[in-house]
């Protein structure tokens, strides 16, 4: 480990100081957190429209760096494109390879700079990203340096915050990713509604301006804690040599990546929201409330995230009411549960697609994402539940790096499903989504009691 990661004498009264009964440095974290959480949900949540409505078109194409190469490198894997399919490919490729880079981060943290460099310089990254994405000539090297810097950061900043507690103090570590997850929560929810807002008044480049500004605002606050954030804050012995799996643990390791390609089809029909669905959302939906126009990118993560943080305590009673009548679903059952959800989510659309006459009442895209919301309540924490829970210890790390794998493969695939839709009606489109999220939930109750009869129970 890097020497910058040492404790240092001063921070032992920093660290006497706490954030809510917790150690101090979970304020910097989580605050920093929300700052880049909100420039990224900000900055996707506009992408997709951006790209439709003025990047690709004429006169501004040609401005972009390396893009005739680009679109031919693309097309080449993917095939020819509209201008409406390679947005969606761009989108996909994009949050795809954002979810693939902090394999490498977390390995470049660990072998050579240490975690509170990695992240400081992946916020350094990230917010010369946010400001390129103001011109049309660095587009494409701001999503580079957005994806690398991202790559840096998200791992290791997630990994810091289990280093404020002891090993044997689960119930402090809990306690710090639920306030570190309220973070993400608030900057996914904030991100969208401002940078929308923004670039609905001022322009596109206002909203992606402001995603800048936040995520300066998230460098100069981790740099503000940077001495509180020392992986030495606990002391952790260096485990003995690892003994090889087993028999049994090697058919857990299977049945658990199998559960995890399974959540990769409810992936495909949730994300699609902020592709294709914000595309669907600015032509087919009255976007007028009371006077005002919903700015379309309101959609493309604010509300499932705002149902995610309030959903969350009605969730927890009825999972311990079930509980206590022996009735709570396990984990596999909930993802499949989620996946259900998420099929009359897609339903709905097609309903609205199917029924309205002329534009679509607002009220349907809400009502989506709302119930896109509480289905991912039901499958993304209890697959993170299930990997941390039944991972044999030797590859626990490595499952739970694969379990984000999962979106680097779903986002992939949603961009290149994206590019059908010109191909299809809308309502055809959404009862592709809602067959996806369905089979999801056929394969999770289907293979439910061969997986759980491998998989440890609680």
Same mark, same amino acid.
């Given at each position: 480990m890097n020497s910058v990661d040492g404790a240092l004498? #001063?921070?032992?009264?920093? /660290?006497?100081?706490?954030f809510f009964g917790e150690p101090r440095a979970l304020a910097y974290l989580a605050f920093t957190e929300a700052w880049e959480r909100f420039s990224y949900y900000g900055m996707a949540a506009l992408l997709v429209l951006y790209m439709t409505q003025s990047l690709l078109l004429p006169g501004h194409v040609e401005h972009v760096a390396g893009f005739v190469g680009f679109r031919r490198t693309v097309e080449s894997v993917f095939g020819p494109m509209s201008n409406l399919a390679l947005a969606s490919q761009i989108y996909g490729l994009y949050t795809g390879f954002v979810y693939f880079t902090p394999v490498f981060g977390g390995l470049i943290a660990d072998r050579w700079i240490g975690q509170r460099a990695a992240v400081a310089l992946g916020a350094v990254l990230m917010s010369a990203g946010h400001i390129a994405m103001a011109f049309d000539a660095s587009f494409l090297v701001a999503l580079l340096l957005l994806v690398v810097g991202c790559g840096l950061l998200k791992g290791n900043i997630s990994t810091q915050v289990g280093t404020l507690y002891a090993d044997d103090d689960s119930a402090g570590r809990t306690r710090g990713f639920s306030i570190y997850s309220m973070g993400i929560n608030v900057g996914a929810v904030a991100g969208p509604v401002l940078c929308a807002l923004l670039a609905q008044l001022y322009g596109w480049h206002a909203g992606f301006g402001l995603a800048?500004?936040?995520?300066?605002?998230?460098? *100069?606050?981790?740099?503000?804690?940077? +001495?509180?954030?020392?992986?030495?804050?606990?002391?952790? !012995?260096?485990?003995?040599?690892? #003994?090889? &799996?087993?028999?049994?643990?090697? #058919?857990?390791?299977?049945?658990?990546?199998?559960?995890?390609?399974?959540?990769v089809f409810q992936s495909i029909a949730y994300y699609q929201n902020a592709d294709m669905g914000l595309i669907w959302i600015d032509r087919n939906v009255d976007l007028g409330l009371l006077g005002f126009h919903v700015p379309a990118g309101w959609f493309g993560g604010a509300v499932d995230s705002f149902v995610s943080i309030v959903s969350v305590p009605f $969730? @927890? @009673?009825?999972?311990?009411?079930? *509980?206590a009548r022996?009735?709570?679903?396990?984990?596999? %059952?909930?993802?499949?549960?989620? %996946?259900?959800?998420? =099929?009359? *989510?897609? $339903?709905?659309?097609?309903?609205? =697609?199917?029924l309205s006459r002329g534009r679509v009442p607002v009220l349907v895209p809400?009502?989506?994402?709302?119930?896109?919301?509480? %289905?991912?309540?039901?499958?993304?924490? !209890? $697959?993170?539940?299930?990997?941390?829970?039944?991972?044999?210890? /030797?590859?626990?790390?490595? $499952?739970?790096?694969?379990?984000?794998?999962?979106?680097?493969?779903?986002?992939?695939? &949603?961009?290149?499903?994206?590019?059908?839709?010109? +191909?299809?009606? !809308?309502? /055809?489109?959404?009862?592709?989504?809602?067959?996806?999220a369905a089979s999801g939930a056929a394969l999770a109750f289907l293979l439910k009691r061969p997986l759980e009869r491998v998989i440890p129970s609680a």
């Open positions: 004498p #001063r921070e032992r009264a920093a /660290q006497a100081r706490t800048g500004i936040l995520m300066l605002a998230g460098l *100069a606050t981790y740099l503000a804690g940077y +001495r509180t954030l020392s992986v030495a804050q606990r002391a952790t !012995p260096r485990p003995a040599v690892a #003994r090889e &799996l087993d028999r049994a643990e090697w #058919r857990i390791v299977g049945a658990l990546i199998v559960v995890i390609l399974i959540t $969730l @927890i @009673i009825l999972w311990r009411f079930q *509980a022996g009735a709570e679903p396990s984990e596999v %059952a909930k993802i499949g549960t989620g %996946a259900v959800i998420a =099929c009359v *989510a897609n $339903l709905l659309l097609v309903a609205g =697609c199917t809400f009502t989506y994402d709302v119930l896109l919301g509480v %289905a991912f309540l039901y499958y993304w924490p !209890p $697959l993170l539940a299930l990997v941390s829970r039944a991972a044999p210890p /030797q590859v626990r790390a490595t $499952l739970m790096g694969t379990v984000f794998m999962s979106l680097f493969l779903s986002n992939i695939t &949603l961009g290149w499903i994206g590019g059908l839709y010109e +191909r299809m009606t !809308p309502a /055809q489109f959404w009862t592709l989504h809602a067959a996806i």
